[in-house]
Antibody, heavy 120, light 108 residues
Framework: QITLKESGPTLVKPTQTLTLTCSFS??????????VGWIRQPPGRPLEWLAL???????RYNPSLRGRLTITKDTSRNQVVLTMTNMDPVDTGTYYC????????????WGQGTLVTVSS | EIVLTQSPGTLSLSPGERATLSCRAS???????LAWYQHRIGQAPRLLIY???TRAPGIPGRFSGSGSGTDFTLTITRLEPEDFAVYYC?????????FGQGTKVEVK
């Protein structure tokens, strides 16, 4: 059974860097085809894809946020880390990590999400 | 970027009724790389449909997807109480993944 769980700060100040960790079990990012992504949802707004890291260390980013995002994987710890620089109040929202369905850039197992508030 | 426009924004229906949700893409999705998710309040999104019409494992048969090109549809044949939620489409033809703005299915 695949499970994922997000962790990180619940409150960050404007201009700070956010670091979120996704800890997972039941999958290995050493395996061909695997990937883990991050998706967020600001309050009252739709889902927005942020980034994706693949088993082979390839990465993809939302072009509108490129330059602010970095996604990395640690296969020995079964973790994926997302950093987002220069945080702004509009970045407030629930951040989810999710496992990529093999062969497709869609997400079939999700964490419960973590709410991040950006405020001074 | 492929923009996905979902309609209607809100659908007010009663349990047992049929729900038809639309997702229109700003350019042709030739591979039919279009997925649908259900998002209940306080829960994680749930993958329902991928490749426009393939149900994900464990998804009940009352959910079906159809369409091609730029126009896609999610149909729920008979609404159950647990189906009242927000539904999102997502395209994965482009490396820049995008979601629609969502359709809320609410109890009439």
């Amino acid at each position: 059974q695949i499970t994922l769980k997000e962790s990180g700060p619940t409150l960050v100040k404007p201009t700070q860097t956010l670091t979120l960790t996704c800890s997972f079990s039941g999958l290995s990012l050493d395996n061909n085809g695997e990937g883990v992504g991050w998706i967020r949802q600001p309050p009252g707004r739709p889902l927005e894809w942020l980034a994706l890291v693949y088993w082979d260390d390839d990465t993809r980013y939302n072009p509108s946020l490129r330059g602010r995002l970095t996604i990395t994987k640690d296969t020995s710890r079964n973790q994926v880390v997302l950093t987002m620089t220069n945080m702004d109040p509009v970045d407030t929202g629930t951040y989810y990590c999710a496992n990529r369905r093999l062969g497709y850039n869609i997400f079939d197992y999700w964490g419960q999400g973590t709410l991040v508030t950006v405020s001074s | 970027e492929i923009v996905l426009t979902q309609s209607p924004g809100t659908l007010s229906l009663s349990p047992g009724e049929r729900a038809t949700l639309s997702c229109r893409a700003s350019q042709i999705i030739g591979t039919n790389f279009l997925a649908w998710y259900q998002h209940r309040i306080g829960q994680a999104p749930r993958l329902l449909i991928y490749a426009a019409s393939t149900r994900a494992p464990g998804i009940p048969g009352r959910f079906s997807g159809s369409g091609s090109g730029t126009d896609f549809t999610l149909t729920i044949t008979r609404l159950e109480p647990e189906d009242f939620a927000v539904y999102y489409c997502q395209q994965y033809e482009s490396p820049a993944l995008t979601f629609g703005q969502g359709t809320k299915v609410e109890v009439k």
